[in-house]
DNA sequence: TTTTTGGCTTGACAACTGTCAAGCTCCGGG
DNA sequence: CCCGGAGCTTGACAGTTGTCAAGCCAAAAA
């Protein structure tokens, strides 16, 4: 790990900078890698190995980019925070009435649920790790702060449509769409067909009355 | 395990059935000691080992009063479901008024909150797993459905008490509460002290709007 | 008393874990 | 062309894991 020491010199020379882009790239790409077998396996059934086995590299490079297996999992939660966190942005920027709005974020729900069912129990495995092991509490709360914020960026554009504003708080809200989410999530992953539908209803029945 | 046999032949002599009832009552006994050791721990850094070394017992036992791990797993949550899917019945039980159910209720909440933390990032830890390991699923799905009935009992006497009815679902209900729930609960095990005052704004800032 | 047996311990097993040193390969700079 | 070092592999390490057979001991049964 002498490459994170020169990271902290202050003046690099140009092919340093290169390097080290190469070096976070290539951390980012096992990084990639292991949230793929963590969202098959889960965090307590995934060693470096079988991270390693569903890679194009061996176990020990990990060794070679990151100072530990806690540092790898940190990664990849930072990581996939960036993917998740600007999901339904899309929608509520080109949405042009509430109906548009609500058919767009249910339709992203729904395709959310079906098609990245691993990284999102992967999502909750991490958040519950949180609660056990301090040193994945920080991403996992600044994650949860960008989700909340997420949420309240939909309601307050669907309120706004309405010329109303969400009746409650960022944090219920969170909560509400969340904890819905979490447990449609486990029924669909228990071959629960009706999870999906059931979750569209509720959603479409709760947004007229929480905004 | 020959004893499970015994159980399932139809006429049992007496100390057959005395015999039966010592078996169970060793394995909740273990179950109980494991439980404490994964509310320390968490599932994924849990061995029988150390379960053992945590109580009376030597690692073998369990081999005795159990199949293997994820039986002994199972068995812990099917015991820890029996604790406390009741936890509220009394303050709804004793209640004369909304203001008297609100201030149990809260008052409930946070012990709760504070004094089993451990035992609740327990079940948000088991509840993940549940979404990796299908041996989980039947008990936690049954637990989720004990707690919902349970928060549906509150709200329907909150209502009652208000001579309404609460405006959304069962699910719904839920999914906020258990949501502003392990949010609180992350943050109180973060160290935040403003997590346990925060939860109960929400909650008494709520139960009129959703009631 | 002797025998049996349920309940628990002990110790061993093979497999697996994170870690890391040693060494290989191959590319870029000299 | 050669050489150094970055990037990756290999193999080994010490420790831990779930599992289970063998055996011990006290209490019940004979």
Redesign the interface.
């Known amino acids: 790990m002498a490459r994170r020491a020169t990271a902290a010199v202050k003046r690099e020379s140009a092919v340093d900078v290169v390097r080290d882009d190469k070096f976070n790239a290539r951390r980012i790409e096992l990084a990639e890698a292991a949230l793929e077998t963590l969202g098959e396996?889960?965090?307590?059934?995934t060693s470096l190995r079988e991270i390693a086995q569903n890679s194009a590299f061996t176990h020990g490079v990990f060794h070679y980019y990151f100072s530990d297996k806690l540092d790898l999992i940190c990664c990849c939660v930072r990581h996939y925070k960036a993917k998740c966190v600007t999901r339904y942005d899309e929608v509520v920027a080109t949405a042009t009435s509430r109906d548009e709005l609500t058919e767009g974020f249910l339709a992203k729900l729904a395709a959310t649920l079906q098609n990245e069912a691993r990284m999102h129990?992967l999502w909750?495995?991490l958040?519950?790790?949180?609660?056990?092991?301090?040193a994945f509490?920080k991403d996992?709360?600044e994650i949860?702060k960008s989700l909340e914020a997420m949420i309240w960026r939909i309601a307050s554009r669907y309120a706004e449509f309405g010329g109303k504003r969400p009746?409650?708080?960022p944090?219920?809200l969170?909560?509400?769409?969340?904890?819905?989410f979490?447990?449609a999530?486990?029924?669909h992953?228990?071959g629960d067909k009706a999870a999906v539908p059931?979750l569209l209803d509720?959603v479409r029945?709760?947004l007229p009355?929480v905004c």
């Open positions: 396996l889960g965090f307590a059934r129990r909750y495995d958040r519950s790790q949180a609660m056990f092991e301090a509490r996992v709360l949860d009746l409650s708080s944090a219920a969170y909560a509400l769409f969340d904890g819905l979490q447990s999530l486990l029924k992953l228990a059931e509720e029945r709760l009355t």
